[in-house]
């Protein structure tokens, strides 16, 4: 078995989208990868986004040119400090991470609501952020969108899956897969099959 991101470094976003298509059984629409240096250029660009930063952040990682040092509390992060804000995940989980990307998510989106006049320019800069798997037309679409939407109403999740010892993989949790992906509509609210089921052992994920 390979990594996602394998698949990615060996044939580009069409062929992850595949992988996962074979993974999940669901069909993948557009595939979107984030430039961290665009996302950093964003985040300036909007004069910084404010969050409350629960813990201590720390950590250096001298390879992957990534170093965090985040004091608790409530602060107006650049773009440097807002990646590291997002990717940070040394001392907890992907489930804590996920809960601050989410977080930022919303401070981001309070940005926008006291600066709608800059909404045409984040949206020209967000497609280099997300690869350009999305046209400008499509981000200022979903920015109008997301304007109206409730911060109960957004919701991050991810893949199940079963830590599998010794390995940099994590086996898919076959007895929660159909589940979650109903959960998030990414399935009608019916069985998968067998034939579905019956690949378990062959897949696994990051």
Do not use: C, W
């Amino acid at each position: 078995p390979r990594k996602i991101n394998a698949y990615h470094a060996m044939g580009g976003p069409e062929l992850a989208a595949r992988a996962v298509q074979a993974l999940l059984d669901v069909r993948v629409d557009r595939v979107v990868t984030l430039d961290f240096e665009a996302f950093k250029d964003l985040v300036d660009y909007v004069g910084g986004v404010t969050v409350d930063v629960k813990k201590n952040l720390n950590y250096d990682d001298n390879a992957g040119n990534l170093h965090i040092h985040l004091k608790k509390g409530l602060q107006t992060l650049d773009g440097t400090q807002a990646m590291g804000f997002v990717r940070f995940r040394h001392s907890d989980s992907d489930l804590a991470r996920q809960e601050r990307q989410q977080q930022f998510v919303l401070a981001f989106k309070n940005v926008m609501l006291r600066k709608p006049q800059l909404l045409p320019s984040v949206a020209d800069r967000s497609v280099a952020l997300l690869g350009y798997g999305l046209t400008t037309r499509e981000v200022a679409a979903l920015a109008r969108f997301a304007q109206g939407v409730k911060h109960e109403g957004i919701r991050l999740g991810q893949v199940p899956v079963l830590d599998v010892p010794k390995t940099t993989y994590m086996k898919i949790d076959d007895s929660k897969l159909q589940a979650v992906l109903q959960e998030f509509a990414f399935l009608p609210d019916t069985n998968m099959g067998s034939s579905s089921m019956s690949r378990s052992e062959e897949r696994s994920q990051r």
